[in-house]
């Protein structure tokens, strides 16, 4: 059974951090490019960070860069991703996303994780 399940997310005041992290399972993890999107109330989902297979390139949102990091461990089957400096224009459900650009391709989604930065 194939799964990306998201963690980590909360409520935490401006300026604070966390760390979201993405188990998956049922799928072969390092052939995967592998991604975290967002998305908040009447907004269309956004693309915040990705990370290339098996380890490779990273790419930011303009609106994330010096502020998050995405990272994966491929004999853990998990991509994690370190937020600081949160601000309430953060807030949103972020989802994991994993995207085979082999043949066959493939991707998924996870069930997300709220985030919400208040004080």
């Known amino acids: 059974q194939i799964q990306l399940v998201e963690s980590g997310g909360g409520l935490v005041q401006p300026g604070g951090s966390l760390r979201l992290s993405c188990a998956a399972s049922g799928f072969t993890f390092s052939q995967y490019k592998m991604s975290w999107y967002r998305q908040a109330p009447g907004k269309e989902r956004e693309l915040v960070a990705s990370i290339a297979r098996p380890v490779g390139s990273t790419d930011y949102a303009d609106s994330v860069k010096g502020r998050f990091t995405i990272s994966r461990d491929n004999a853990k089957n998990t991509v994690s991703l370190q937020m600081n400096n949160l601000q309430p224009e953060d807030t949103a459900v972020y989802y994991c996303?994993?995207?085979?650009?082999?043949?066959?391709?493939?991707?998924?989604w996870g069930q997300g994780t709220q985030v919400t930065v208040s004080s």
């Open positions: 996303y994993a995207l085979r650009l082999l043949v066959p391709y493939r991707r998924y």
